[in-house]
């Protein structure tokens, strides 16, 4: 994309994906896109192109990282769900043998115990 960015503006902040950084994206948003937009409003009809450029520019950047973000917590949540079906796996296997040990205990008759408590 920074082909099609003629002026020397063309520098695009990669923000890394994580809870820390969604504030950059914010101050991202409004360093690019604010400045781009007042400069077209206040642009003469002969370097209106050349503004237009600019902020379509800084609209590419912050859509770049907003898109980065969402594949990380696309990746993150994907992540989780293999990580609760896991869960419910080894849940579904202990209910299992916990029913079987219950089964095991109902059938077996209580026998009294012989020793004193006195004795201990």
């Given at each position: 994309?920074?082909?099609?960015?003629l002026?020397?503006?063309?520098d695009?902040?990669?923000?890394?994906?994580s809870l820390?950084?969604?504030?950059?994206?914010?101050?991202?948003?409004?360093?690019?896109?604010?400045?781009?937009m007042?400069?077209i409003?206040?642009?003469?009809?002969?370097?209106i192109?050349e503004?237009?450029r600019?902020?379509?520019?800084?609209?590419?950047?912050?859509?770049?990282?907003?898109i980065?973000?969402?594949?990380?917590?696309?990746?993150?949540?994907?992540?989780?769900?293999?990580?609760?079906?896991?869960?419910?796996k080894i849940?579904?296997?202990?209910?299992?043998?916990?029913?079987?040990?219950?089964?095991?205990?109902?059938?077996t008759?209580?026998?009294?115990?012989d020793?004193d408590?006195?004795?201990c």
């Amino acid at each position: 994309m920074s082909n099609n960015c003629l002026s020397k503006n063309c520098d695009c902040e990669k923000v890394e994906p994580s809870l820390e950084n969604c504030s950059k994206l914010y101050e991202l948003n409004d360093l690019k896109i604010r400045p781009a937009m007042r400069k077209i409003s206040v642009s003469e009809w002969c370097n209106i192109n050349e503004a237009i450029r600019q902020a379509f520019y800084a609209v590419w950047c912050v859509f770049n990282n907003l898109i980065s973000f969402i594949c990380y917590i696309l990746r993150v949540v994907k992540c989780l769900e293999k990580k609760v079906d896991n869960l419910c796996k080894i849940t579904k296997c202990q209910n299992s043998q916990l029913a079987e040990i219950l089964s095991l205990l109902k059938s077996t008759p209580v026998q009294e115990c012989d020793t004193d408590c006195d004795k201990c």
